[in-house]
């Protein structure tokens, strides 16, 4: 059974930071695309980022280049998201995702990218 655990959510002031984890267990880590979602109240779930098995990434949404750092750890099966410069409009429930097929086209901007497996998410709330 595979499943996807996040951590390292909390409340932080504007302009700092915070780095997110997701453990995978039952996964082949390494065989495929993983990403990170987020979804505030009352608004529709966005992509985040995406990371390819080698750790290359995939996409960065528009709002959050430059600011946050996608990243893997296959050795350790832990995906990893270094949110610097964090903004009010960052608060939100992080979720990740993660499929057996690599990256590709598929993804499009990540919003309906049809990742198999998700985690619960962790709650980041940033106060202006």
């Keep these: ?9 909390g ?13 995978a267990s039952g996964y082949v880590y390494s065989s495929g695309c993983m990403a990170w979602y987020r979804q505030a ?3 529709e779930r966005e992509g985040v980022a995406a990371i390819y098995r080698g750790g290359g990434v995939a996409y960065y949404a528009d709002s959050v280049k430059g600011r946050f750092t996608i990243s893997r750890d296959n ?12 903004k009010s409009e960052d608060t939100a429930m992080y979720y990740c995702a993660a499929d057996p097929r690599e990256c590709g086209t598929w993804l499009g901007n990540l919003r309906a990218a049809n990742f198999a497996y998700w985690g619960q998410g962790t709650q980041v ?3 202006s």
């Design 125 to 127: 709330t940033v106060s």
């Design 75 to 86: 050795a350790k099966n832990t995906m990893y998201l270094q949110m610097n410069s964090l």
């Design 11 to 23: 409340s932080v002031q504007a302009g700092g930071s915070l780095r997110l984890s997701c453990a």
């Design 1 to 9: 059974q595979v499943q996807l655990a996040e951590s390292g959510g």
């Design 41 to 43: 109240p009352g608004k």
